[in-house]
């Protein structure tokens, strides 16, 4: 999402590239730094999401995330603010320049990790805080509505991102980074201090249990019981209030379908990683950009890092769209009010993704022809007479595959688990993409390495010189492999469609049956 990335994602480049020599030298750190960065953001999200559902209330913790967050968003403005905080400017092709200092550098990070802190608040919490305020079994049209906001929250999100890598990137460049990091501050005081005042409107479901407790209990029980979980004598198991005298040798069965459900998840939920590793690589189409002759419209010059504004405007549309044409049509003959099942949209995201790889491919294969022909070979600042439009479609497909697949993974898993569990099911997504990032990071290292010659791999900093279209290439086989993996995953999980009911009636019917003694429990499938 470009949920989980952050608005600063792309903002940040030549914050991190004043360190040590430019944008010349540093294409393989920043990429890594960016890449690392977006896995602890989302990363972050887990925890927040076990405190969210077992300890603190989702208010609470988008409270503390929104806080953290804004404080972080305060450091990193200070960084540009504050000449004391960064190294002297200097131009790298003219000069050596200065390096950062050890507290400079330990300052940006720190903005990094507190708005990694706050993004781990804020993003498992605020969509399944929003359900919160819909969510309405006794509605006949509440299933069609939770879909059309998971749809639209996740396209809100991607507006934001789009003003971020196109107005905030156009203000950075043009006016300065104080202006261009002190508006993103200014939004963000701003919406904290929306956020409380609607306090007292909102719908706070309280937190209603430890996860993480009755995970590790059933964990535990499972292993001193080996096989199955039952009463060996009611008298000496059994409290006078119903419940196990021993939670860590005796548990629910709605404890056990529970873990059940988050297991049973995981293998679809893995199948998100690729996917992932293409969503989060922002380094790499941006020093290609770079390259490229960037005048889309008359004398109209759009930054590099402006390209991706393409993928999430397709992402948008492509919800505006489906929301409203496409699920109102299928619905009328299928008598499915969601339209596309679930595996169906991360499916076809998956499989849209490998077709944005190859584009990818093909597309920096022939810039870097052009560019060995004009000349540019040993000159990688050098702009090769090819149009960054180029770009374009494959900027596009990954957006209409984020939109399948990220939108789909998140109705999925909220529909698999119960309400108290719902931080949680977001989380799962959030995970993914940090999990992706970190393949990422460890795919650009085993390549650079395996493939360096003389000093030049297949990723090193001179486009020309590099083969950056063999890097897509590989990312374009992994996401085919990855394709036939969703469908093995797909197939093994079985139907997945109907939400299962696990609280109101059945939840009170389930802590009821636990009351009355009724411990006995198989876990299998």
């Known amino acids: 999402m470009k949920v989980v990335a952050s ?4 903002t940040i480049t030549k914050q991190v590239t004043s360190m040590k020599g430019g944008l010349r030298t540093m294409p393989f750190i920043i990429c890594i730094i960016l890449f690392l960065w977006s896995a602890l953001s989302n990363f972050t999200p887990i925890i927040g999401a076990f405190l969210a559902d077992s300890l603190w209330g989702r208010f609470h913790v988008i409270s503390m995330g929104t806080i953290v967050s804004l404080f972080g968003m305060i450091v990193l403005w200070l ?3 504050l000449p004391q905080t960064r190294p002297h400017h200097c131009d790298p092709y003219k000069e050596k320049c200065v390096p950062a200092n050890t507290a400079q550098v330990m300052l940006l990070f720190a903005s990094f990790g ?3 802190i706050g993004a781990g608040g804020i993003r498992p919490c605020s969509l399944a805080f929003g359900t919160n305020q819909l969510d309405n079994p006794d509605n006949p049209n509440n299933e069609r509505r939770l879909q059309s906001f998971f749809n639209w929250y996740y396209a809100s999100v991607g507006v934001s991102v789009m003003l971020a890598v196109t107005v905030i990137v156009y203000i950075q460049d043009q006016i300065g980074w104080v202006v261009g990091f002190g508006v993103p501050v200014g939004l963000m005081f701003l919406s904290t201090v929306f956020f409380f005042l609607g306090s007292s409107l909102y719908v706070k479901v309280p937190p209603n249990k430890n996860c993480l ?3 590790s209990s059933v964990c535990s029980c499972l292993e001193k019981q080996k096989h199955a979980c039952i009463i060996r004598s009611p008298e000496k198991d059994i409290g006078p209030d119903g419940l196990a005298k021993d939670p860590w040798s005796l548990c629910t069965v709605r404890q056990v379908e529970e873990l059940k459900a988050l297991i049973r998840v995981l293998p679809i939920w893995s ?7 293409i969503i989060s690589q922002h380094a790499f189409p941006v020093l290609q950009a770079k390259s490229m002759e960037r005048h889309l419209f008359g004398k109209i010059k759009i930054p590099a890092a402006s390209f991706s504004v393409f993928g999430i405007l397709t992402l948008t549309i492509w919800v505006a769209i489906y929301d409203r044409i496409i699920v109102p049509l299928i619905s009328k003959y299928t008598k499915r009010p969601r339209g596309l099942s679930f595996k169906q949209r991360i499916g076809g995201g998956l499989a849209i993704s490998c077709l944005a790889m190859a584009v990818a491919a093909e597309v920096e294969r022939h810039r870097r022809q052009t560019a060995i022909r004009e000349g540019f070979l040993n000159k990688p600042d050098g702009v090769v007479g090819m149009s960054a439009k180029w770009m374009i479609p494959q900027h596009c497909l990954i957006g209409l595959a984020e939109a399948l697949n990220a939108i789909g ?7 698999q688990f119960p309400k108290s569990m719902s931080s949680i099911a977001v989380a799962l997504l959030t995970l993914g993409f940090g999990v992706g990032s ?3 990071s460890l795919l650009v290292t085993i390549i650079a390495d395996a493939t360096r010659k003389g000093g030049v791999s297949w990723v090193s900093s001179n486009l020309n010189k590099a083969h950056y279209d063999y890097y897509y290439w590989i990312v374009a086989g992994l996401s085919v492999v990855n394709v036939f993996y969703f469908l093995l995953c797909s197939w093994a999980y079985g139907h997945c469609e109907d939400k299962k009911i696990w609280d109101e009636e059945e939840g009170e019917a389930g802590e009821e049956l636990s009351k009355s003694g009724e411990y006995a429990v198989m876990f299998s499938a």
């Open 409 to 415: 993974q998140l109705e999925f898993y909220y529909s």
């Open 7 to 10: 608005d600063q994602t792309k």
């Open 438 to 440: 970190l393949v990422g």
């Open 271 to 277: 199948s998100s990683i690729i996917i992932s590793v």
């Open 213 to 215: 407790l009755d995970f």
């Open 114 to 116: 507190l708005m990694s």
């Open 79 to 81: 960084t540009a603010k």
